[in-house]
């Protein structure tokens, strides 16, 4: 099956400081590509995989999982770890929850945390009959899209299989009940305005990580996806002085891989 416009995984091996990160439910390594670009520019070795399901048609994510989806990043942070002295993760929505736990389940093993617009529940009365009505109706309306700059596209589904909607919501209700555990350095980025994301949920998950180094930065001028909005090159270079400032490290010059 054809990958969507953009959503190509992308590697660069560059110096000892190496990250990860998560593109969000329903979208593509597309959404983050920018900001993985930036982070190589900068010598890091940088890992974007293309979560299981995603990245071709809406149909292929209907048979997936939250544990195909956790278990493609992890695979991904035990190689940066063999791979890097120093290792960050980083997620969009539901990559940031992804990105927490991993967090909480490798402990000494992620050195930071950085999270954009991150979710932490399935909102809405319709998330309480997704178990039920999962089995009558195979999809729903998609989530992409939410960019407040004229003419920028994010390269995702138009639709939202209910089955991986159910699998969602299990999800971050496990996630949720990990935080705790979440102990790393934490740098939470999130737009005033997301109409996907509300803004309950980046607070729920600052009240309740044990994170005691912590960093909240309002995104004015961008919507859900603000790594491809307005604020793009904030989030980039705030995410770089973060990692810069616990793991001080020169990286050396690499390659990309996956343009």
């Known amino acids: 099956m054809p990958l969507l416009p953009g959503a190509e995984p992308y590697r660069h091996e560059g110096g000892e400081v190496g990250v990860l990160l998560c593109h ?4 593509s390594p597309q959404s983050l590509r920018p900001w993985a ?5 900068q010598d890091l070795t940088v890992s974007l995989p293309l979560l299981p399901g995603h ?9 997936t999982g939250w544990p195909d989806w956790y278990a493609g990043v992890d695979r991904e942070l035990r190689a940066l770890r ?4 120093r290792v960050f993760v980083a997620g969009l929505s539901m990559g940031g929850a992804l990105a927490l736990r991993l967090a909480a389940k490798h402990g000494e093993g992620v ?23 999962r089995h009558l109706v195979r999809s729903a309306k998609g989530i992409t899209g939410d960019i407040a700059e004229e003419g920028a596209l994010e390269s995702g589904y138009g639709r939202v299989p209910l089955h991986s909607a159910h ?19 934490l740098l939470l980025l999130r737009s005033v305005q997301d109409h996907v994301v509300p803004s309950a949920d980046p607070a729920r998950i600052l009240g309740r990580v044990s ?6 930065i309002l995104l004015e001028q961008s919507y859900h996806v603000a790594t491809l909005d307005h604020d793009a090159d904030r989030i980039f270079e705030e995410s770089y002085a973060f990692i810069a400032r616990i793991a ?8 990309a891989v996956g343009g």
């Open 248 to 255: 001080p490290s020169v990286g050396k010059e690499g390659t």
């Open 37 to 41: 670009r930036y982070l190589a520019g």
């Open 24 to 27: 969000g439910f329903t979208g």
């Open 211 to 216: 994170s005691t180094d912590v960093t909240e």
């Open 82 to 85: 063999d791979r890097c002295a």
């Open 55 to 63: 990245g071709t048609r809406w149909e292929d994510l209907a048979p």
């Open 111 to 133: 050195d930071g945390v950085i999270v954009v617009n991150p979710a932490n529940r399935v909102h809405g009365l319709s998330a309480y009959a997704l178990p039920v009505v």
């Open 167 to 185: 699998s969602l919501r299990t999800f971050l209700r496990l996630v949720d009940g990990e935080l705790p555990q979440v102990t790393q350095p």
